[in-house]
């Protein structure tokens, strides 16, 4: 097979769809060293991919303009006279499906889904067992005679960025000799958000115990739920400023010793920044979304007896799977985060959370 010049990734979405694309970003300029990569996102998760040392282009699709005809015709013609001569569409929706296809590619790869799978002559097929997916896009590249099996997601941050973070620590007072844990309990999907006051008693909890500084992290729009936290709290959180971008957010979270909260971007961009996590799971598939080393990611999903959860979930108001979640449970599963860690390569952090630990018995 010749090796391709030009190759476009296709991957539209939220944040953590992108990040966990990376790593296929890297498999491909590992495999075709000479080759120019691109890569087709929407504006909101671009930052990921800014810096990221493996592509050539990013091509920004802005997600206000799309029932704008004029405006998609010229993205396409953008596409068209790049001269890719192979395209790789993880979305598979009818708008990127059309992309693919209208390319011009020789080559065009992508789900094996109804209605769908004409616009591509490569087709991924499902084997349906559950794996992450970074994972599932990496076995992709077999059809190119790839073998790759690194899932990490890659994500660089600006110095810029470095600087902000570092200011803003000096500035909330935040002593780097203390456990320091981001917390996020926010998400687009109501139907991964765990209860507010649950967070607020599990924040309480790892300050009294382990005199822990709690920083409540959020994006655009959200400061008012991170405030309702803090307003529940018993002891004082900090609440991370106003980020600009995801490289912001990022030099946040890489300062943090460790992370916990929703099944949500930045939970995925914690994971990029070499972060332990515990992700607490509402209806989706905790293996689909989790990072792969269970000694460093931890989750908690409570199986609830709901029929057709998935076709459902986005009408669901009763949401058990999430009420069925303690705080003492999110307590049992840190705690055991520190024992496995313990046991890996991260004894200085367990080392610092043993001499800040509270004696509780």
Same mark, same amino acid.
């Given at each position: ?63 206000? =303009? ?125 139907? =991964? ?83 332990p996590t515990i992700t607490v799971y509402g209806p ?54 520190? =024992? ?7 004894? =200085? ?13």
């Amino acid at each position: 097979m010749k090796p391709p010049s030009k190759i476009l990734i296709i991957q539209l979405r939220r944040i953590g769809d992108v990040l966990l694309s990376t790593p296929v970003i890297r498999a491909l300029k590992t495999h075709f060293p000479k080759s120019h990569i691109a890569f087709l996102v929407e504006k909101e998760s671009s930052d990921l991919l800014t810096l990221n040392p493996y592509l050539s282009e990013v091509i920004i699709l802005e997600r206000e =303009r799309y029932r704008n005809p004029l405006y998609s015709l010229k993205k396409i013609w953008q596409v068209r006279k790049r001269g890719f001569d192979l395209v790789i569409d993880f979305l598979g929706n009818p708008r990127t499906a059309y992309i693919s296809f209208l390319s011009g590619a020789g080559r065009r790869i992508g789900h094996d889904i109804p209605w769908r799978r004409f616009y591509y002559n490569l087709l991924i097929k499902d084997d349906g067992r559950p794996k992450y997916s970074a994972a599932h896009k990496l076995e992709a590249l077999k059809i190119l005679g790839i073998d790759a099996s690194d899932p990490k997601p890659d994500f660089r941050i600006s110095e810029e960025s470095g600087l902000f973070s570092q200011r803003f620590f000096q500035q909330a007072g935040v002593d780097p000799g203390k456990l320091i844990v981001s917390l996020s309990p926010t998400s687009r999907r109501h139907f =991964r958000r765990w209860h507010l006051e649950r967070f607020a008693r599990l924040a309480d909890w790892l300050v009294s115990r382990f005199q822990a500084t709690v920083i409540l992290v959020w994006g655009q729009g959200e400061r008012g739920v991170v405030e309702k936290v803090g307003g529940l709290m018993r002891q004082r959180p900090v609440i991370s400023p106003e980020t600009k971008d995801l490289f912001q957010l990022g030099a946040i979270l890489q300062r943090c010793d460790l992370h916990i909260g929703n099944d949500n971007g930045t939970k995925h961009i914690a994971v990029a920044m070499g972060k332990p996590t515990i992700t607490v799971y509402g209806p989706q598939d905790p293996v689909n979304w989790t990072y792969p080393e269970p000694a460093r990611h931890k989750f908690l999903k409570k199986e609830a007896d709901c029929p057709d959860c998935d076709g459902m979930k986005h009408k669901c108001r009763e949401l058990s799977c999430l009420d069925g979640i303690t705080v003492e449970d999110v307590q049992g599963v840190f705690l055991q985060l520190l =024992r496995d860690l313990e046991k890996g390569e991260e004894r =200085r952090l367990v080392e610092k959370i043993e001499r800040l630990a509270v004696d509780q018995r």
